[in-house]
Each structure stands twice: as structure tokens, then as C-alpha cells.
């Protein structure tokens, strides 16, 4: 399947400052990615849809204002939380759609002082 | 009814035994059917694919059963490094898309 990377794999930074993360698809040419966001003992929560050269599909809830995805090639979107707070703290972790299959990076792990 | 249930379990079972797990799903018109298992602090790595009425990797199993909406993992001889959190994850049709729908999970441990 394809390969995913995503940088950083964990950051610590204060409220009211912004975290931009990374998802590479390293192998794979990537039309559509995903971003999850996971709370502890909790399941992956579908946070955005990610289309390359166009503009992100969010979840009901997901505010897009916050979290500025940009999907501007078939190997890189960015997911950016602006203006972190500390309920912010999460796992964000990115995938990619491979035929029918979703194919996850290792994940962010960001925590908002 | 939730769109996807799984029992959170935890199944605690002895080495080399065989576990099953159930996960069902509420939308009929479901196109495809996924296991994951995902290890403490990491992300899903996929497991099995389900398209038709089942899949066989080893001492997995996978099967589909659409007449009553689940789908199961059978997971024989078990091993120590089996121990993990088990996603079902269904891709159902949704507002003229198709999405894919995470169960909560079923934690499995593997005893010693």
C-alpha cells in the first residue's frame, strides 16, 4: 500500500499560536487524502476531505476556518490549526485513498499549553 | 443505532487461542468493508479487505455477511503481538458520496 509520512510527529506549542502539520504520500500520486483527529480511547474522528487542486470538503462541526487544509499536489497537503487553544490537543493523523483503501501517515501528536 | 458498531471489549484471551470479532453496520446500500488494527499512540494500519463475502490472510479472517449487516475477524492461533485496538470501517453511501464510517474499536489482549 502506499506510503505516508507526516512532520511533525509531535509538537508543543502555546495558545494562540498556529501548527501547520505535513502529509507526504511518498509513493503514491494522491488525488484525494483525509484528515482524522483522534482523542485518547476515543476512534478516529473524520475532520476534512482533502481533493488536490481544490478546495477541502469539512465535517459538520469542523470549523474551516481554523483548520486551513491545502491540498496543492498530488503528494503534499498541510493541515494548519490557527490559533491554537488547549482543547485543540489531539492525535491529527492524515491518510490517503489508494483504489478503495485507506492508507494512514503515523500521525501528529500536538499538545496546546 | 449507531452506523457502525463494534463491542469495545477488552476480549482477553490465552495464546494460540481463536477470537472472533463482530462489527455491524446500518446502511445496506455499504460498498466495502475494511479491518484495521491500531497499536496504543499509533495510527490504523490496515489489515484486511472485504469486498465480496469474505478474505483470507493466513491466520486471518474476514467475512461479510450483508443479509444481516456484519461483517466478522477471525483470528486464529493468537500471538502475543496481536494485542491491538481492531477497526471495522465501512464505506457507505452518504449524501450523494461515499464515506467511510469508523467503529469504536474492539481492544483485544493477548495473555502470556
Known amino acids: 500500500g502506499a506510503v505516508v509520512s507526516q512532520h511533525p510527529s509531535w509538537v508543543i506549542c502555546k495558545s494562540g499560536t498556529s501548527v501547520k502539520i505535513e502529509c507526504r504520500s511518498l509513493d503514491f500520486q494522491a488525488t484525494t487524502m483525509f484528515w482524522y483527529r483522534q482523542f485518547p480511547k476515543q476512534s478516529l474522528m473524520l475532520m476534512a476531505t482533502s481533493n488536490e487542486g481544490s478546495k477541502a470538503t469539512y465535517e459538520q462541526g469542523v470549523e474551516k476556518d481554523k483548520f486551513l487544509i491545502n491540498h496543492a499536489s498530488l503528494t503534499l497537503s498541510t493541515l494548519t490549526v490557527t490559533s491554537a487553544h488547549p482543547e485543540d490537543s489531539s492525535f491529527y493523523i492524515c491518510?490517503?485513498?489508494?483504489?478503495?483503501?485507506?492508507?494512514f501517515g503515523p500521525g501528529t501528536r500536538l499538545t496546546v499549553t | 443505532r449507531k452506523e457502525v458498531e463494534q463491542d469495545p471489549g477488552p476480549f482477553n484471551v490465552p495464546e494460540g487461542a481463536t477470537v472472533a470479532f463482530n462489527c455491524t453496520y446500518s446502511?445496506?446500500?455499504?460498498?466495502?468493508f475494511f479491518w484495521y488494527r491500531q497499536d496504543c499512540r499509533k495510527e490504523p494500519k490496515l489489515l484486511m479487505s472485504?469486498?465480496?463475502s469474505g478474505n483470507e490472510d493466513g491466520r486471518f479472517t474476514a467475512q461479510l455477511n450483508r443479509a444481516s449487516q456484519y461483517i466478522s475477524l477471525l483470528i486464529r492461533d493468537s500471538k502475543l503481538s496481536d494485542s491491538a485496538t481492531y477497526l471495522c470501517?465501512?464505506?457507505?453511501?452518504?449524501?450523494?458520496?461515499?464515506?467511510?464510517?469508523f467503529g469504536t474499536g474492539t481492544r483485544l489482549k493477548v495473555l502470556a
Open positions: 491518510s490517503v485513498l489508494q483504489a478503495y483503501e485507506q492508507y
Open positions: 472485504v469486498y465480496s
Open positions: 446502511n445496506s446500500a455499504s460498498q466495502s
Open positions: 470501517v465501512v464505506n457507505q453511501p452518504t449524501s450523494g458520496t461515499y464515506k467511510y464510517i
